[in-house]
């Protein structure tokens, strides 16, 4: 792979050539004299088929939990907006597809039981939420009930955030997400919180009570953020700074 350095920008092929673009980098790359019909039928590249069927399933899980974290954010969304997000999920996912003991290379898939690794996973690739918060949340699941409820304790602001100059308010943001490979998108529930005042006082414990549908054996993907807000003629607006609005995945129950 080549980096265009010209002040011209090309997209598209030309010849043997292709030209796109990268997280806002003009690139270019060579196509191989392999075609996709050998590929998929010559027993040489019978590792590279594996490789491909595999990064497909990795591909697809990292696209439902992306799309359905859109709709678990909507407006609030562009505040946590990443372009390396699909180049970070999917190679996180493929870890998780390789982490199949089960079955054989190739028939590996993303199992119940290895979705932890994704425990840590921020949706903004500049900001972690340890170091923005560092009270850590807690949850609790109850299958039966099909309940998540996450528990944040008292914080003070001024020693337990790292407040972005000039903000006045935040917001916290609690979801769940239940995992199966089988649906388009995933299901989830969702809260966000009203915006809270910043300054010297404490802000109270927050509880987040999240209904997921009841006794599902599915894994439940449990995600925490928080977003900062100024105040402009007496509204507030969000400030759009990537390294203090985060959005995590703070824990995975597989039952």
Aim: proline residues 7%; glycine residues 6%; aromatic residues 10%.
């Amino acid at each position: 792979m080549a980096i265009q350095k010209s002040s011209i920008t090309l997209e598209g092929k030309i010849g043997n050539l292709t030209f796109y673009q990268s997280n806002g980098k003009p690139q270019v790359r060579q196509h191989s004299g392999v075609s996709k019909a050998r590929i998929a039928k010559d027993p040489r590249f019978a590792r590279t088929r594996e490789n491909n069927t595999e990064f497909g399933r990795a591909s697809s899980a990292a696209k439902q939990i992306r799309l359905t974290v859109k709709r678990v954010l909507g407006e609030r969304y562009k505040l946590f907006e990443d372009n390396t997000l699909v180049n970070r999920l999917t190679p996180r996912m493929t870890s998780i597809v390789r982490a199949d003991a089960r079955h054989d290379r190739g028939n590996r898939k993303v199992l119940p039981g290895n979705l932890p690794l994704l425990y840590g996973f921020s949706f903004n690739a500049v900001a972690a939420l340890k170091d923005v918060l560092f009270m850590p949340p807690r949850y609790t699941y109850q299958h039966d009930m099909g309940q998540v409820v996450i528990i944040l304790p008292e914080v003070y602001p001024n020693a337990a955030m790292a407040v972005p100059k000039d903000a006045e308010l935040c917001s916290f943001h609690a979801a769940a997400l239940s995992f199966n490979e089988n649906h388009d998108w995933l299901p989830f529930a969702v809260q966000h919180q009203e915006l809270i005042p910043l300054g010297h006082q404490a802000i109270p414990a927050q509880t987040f009570r999240l209904e997921l549908p009841e006794a599902s054996s599915d894994p439940v993907i449990v995600c925490f953020g928080m977003s900062f807000y100024k105040l402009l003629g007496g509204y507030p607006v969000p400030i759009m700074e990537q390294s203090r609005n985060v959005f995590e995945v703070i824990g995975v129950d597989v039952g």
